[in-house]
């Protein structure tokens, strides 16, 4: 069998037109990333005192608002890859896109901590859908060492999305458009015409790497046999529970953390821009350090320690010693995403065609990371304002630990039923 890794480059090469689209595909996707599920998810945090002053709200249901947001998506971070790998990543990009804006514009009408919850909730199911099959999508048209920078651009425009959101949502566009709700309904109608973009969008090389274009296709079932039954995968997925709960906990808590410090909230705001800068201004040479050396996991470890010591150190410092460890902890974030979706498509048994559902196994055990991470670490706050900190420190040692016992083995995917 040969290894799917390689499947879209042949065709790319044969067809100079679909290789330079691909270009135009990747673009697309890395503004996926940015438009429907960075900016809108990193809006929250810098809305939250607005929506807390409207609705009522204290720090701990805004931290189950927070946590609200990523529920659905364990659901919908599962069978999205799944789903993807069977009928290909494109035509589930749409779908994603189209009800990520739909269900996304419900939160402007919240009118309590209950509505809001609930809305919060729905809105959270479909944009999980989006980041495992857009790095499907980079596994279709990109092979070998342009993988990594693929996934690289792609983790580059959620870097982009997540400072863009944090840094004008509150600042700007509520101003701008006349408070939260209208910001909630803007970034809807951008979910949308991305959406419709990826309708018009012409499928990959291989048929949007859906399984049937690898020789038999897999059941549902049989799928998801074939990744559980890598060791690798769960190691993976433990990681990500850890570090993704750190992170998901600590971006949510750090502008509320520093305005009841005295910040000024813009202030606060730049402060959480800062780690999303660093992480964009490193994620393409971060991966492209990892194509380069041809190894992904020392990369994976040396980015959770940074996360770990950043974390933590800002659990008692002050001042300009908080800038420095919010810019440090961001400095590989995206970059660690990328390359833990490169290993994950590079795993032996996993290749393009089951990217779908590993990454999904995966990203669907981090979102329960991100659900309880938040509401737990904010209800430490009651016993110190930095104590939440050290708890999520105390998650991204969890992930950096499974990265440990991660074994690097490449092959190629297992397509046929068990």
Known sequence: ??????????????NPAQGAYRWYVLVLAALTHTLVVGMPMMSLPVLFEEIGTDLSLNLVQIGYVWGAS????????LTGGVIGDRIG????????????GVTGATRAFANDYASLTATVLVAGLFPMAAPMNVHKTCGVWFSGKRLGMANGVVSAGMALGFLLGSLISATFLSPLLGGWRNVLLFYAALAVIVGVL???TRPGPDGDGRASAQGDRPSLRDSMLQVGRLRNVWLLAVAMFGIGGAIQGSLGYLPLYLRNEGWEPSTADSALASFHFASLLFTVPF??????MGVRRPLLLASALMLLIGFGVLSFVQGIVVWLAVIFAGITRDGYMATMMTLIIEL????????????????????????????????????GPGVPFLFWAA?????LLALTAVREERGPAVVSGP
């Open 395 to 399: 998650l991204a040692l969890v992930g």
């Open 89 to 100: 990543a494109r035509r589930m990009l749409v779908i994603a896109c189209l009800f990520a």
């Open 198 to 200: 990826w309708i018009f």
């Open 70 to 77: 990523s529920l659905l998506g364990v659901a919908m971070s």
């Open 287 to 292: 991966t492209l350090l990892s194509d380069r």
């Open 1 to 14: 069998m040969s290894d799917p890794l390689r499947v879209s480059a042949p065709a790319a090469a044969a």
């Open 348 to 383: 032996r048994g996993v290749g393009p065609a089951l990217a779908g559902t590993a990454t999904g196994l995966i990203m669907a055990i981090s979102r329960i990371g991100s659900v309880v991470a938040p509401p737990l670490g904010n209800g430490l706050e009651a016993v």
